[in-house]
């Protein structure tokens, strides 16, 4: 059975960074695809980030330039610079692979001004 745990995360002032990951298990699961999603309150859920198995990666067009996703193996990590405090969110891993899909219960990042 596929799982995944994510980390990171917190409270930091607007211009700081923070780094989530995600850590899927087994380590030798097959992924397709992962992303990183968040959802503001009152706002829907919006993709924020995706690396493909080839490694090519997509950016919502707000976070380009600050955001990074980057995969080792089955630990896959969205390095986020320059926060804004729009950028204050839950964010969730999403894990896509031939097996199906699974979501992360979410992790919250606040960015205060």
């Known amino acids: 059975q596929v799982q995944l745990v994510e980390s990171g995360g917190g409270l930091v002032q607007a211009g700081g960074s923070l780094k989530l990951s995600c850590a899927a298990s087994p380590s030798s699961v097959s992924l397709n695809a992962v992303g990183w999603y968040r959802q503001a309150p009152g706002k829907q859920r919006e993709r924020v980030a995706l690396i493909s198995s080839g490694g090519n990666t997509v950016y919502a067009d707000s976070v380009k330039g600050r955001f990074t996703i980057s995969r080792d193996n089955a630990k896959t990590d969205l390095q986020m610079n320059s926060l804004k405090p729009e950028d204050t969110a839950d964010y969730y891993c999403?894990?896509?692979?031939?097996?199906?899909?699974?979501w992360g219960q979410g992790i919250q990042v606040t960015v205060s001004s």
């Open positions: 999403n894990l896509k692979g031939d097996w199906g899909t699974l």
